[in-house]
Structure formats: C-alpha cells, structure tokens
C-alpha cells in the first residue's frame, strides 16, 4: 500500500474543488502572559464549494476562531485505504 499523501495547501492550491469530507491540518496560536504559545492539529471537516465555508470550522460565531487557520487539506476519497 502507498502510503504517501498529497496535502493540498490553501496557500499555493486554494480551496478544495469540490464538495466533500476532508482531512484538514489547522496550526493554533494562543496568547498567553508568557508569549504566544503556537500548535498543530488534524480533524476531519465538510467542505462546501458552493458557500466556500467548513461546515463545523466556519459555523457559528466562534470567539477563537481568529486562533485556528486551516493550512492544509486533503479530501478523504484520495487517502489510500488498506485491504
């Protein structure tokens, strides 16, 4: 099995092309006393193309949303599964 994963950047790729699940790297700063304290996460979203939005990451009125960015992406359909 190819264990290899092509990670979309929104940076240099742009969004996904398509409606679907993907699997999403989000990098996390938090302002604390002692500086900023800078992180990394993986969760899976649902990405509408036609409202260019996140169903779960851009919903709401989230008061931290300003502390998560969305770097990276890749749709699940192209992740290989074992057999």
Same mark, same amino acid.
């Given at each position: 099995? !190819? !264990?290899? @994963?092509? &990670?979309?950047?929104?940076?240099k790729d742009g969004p996904?092309?398509?409606? *679907? ?6 990098? =996390? +700063?938090?302002? =604390?006393?002692? /500086?900023?304290?800078? *992180?990394? @996460? @993986? #969760?899976? #979203?649902?990405?509408? @193309? ?5 169903? &779960? &990451?851009? %919903? /709401?009125?989230?008061?931290? %949303?300003?502390?998560? +960015?969305?770097t990276h992406y890749i ?9």
């Open positions: 099995m !190819n !264990n290899f @994963l092509k &990670w979309y950047s929104f940076e996904p092309r398509k409606d *679907g699940r993907c699997l999403i790297y989000i990098e =996390t +700063t938090k302002h =604390t006393k002692h /500086g900023a304290k800078h *992180g990394e @996460l @993986l #969760d899976v #979203d649902y990405y509408y @193309l036609s409202r260019a939005e996140w169903e &779960w &990451w851009d %919903r /709401g009125e989230r008061e931290d %949303r300003h502390l998560f +960015t969305i749709p699940l359909s192209e992740i290989p599964m074992p057999k």
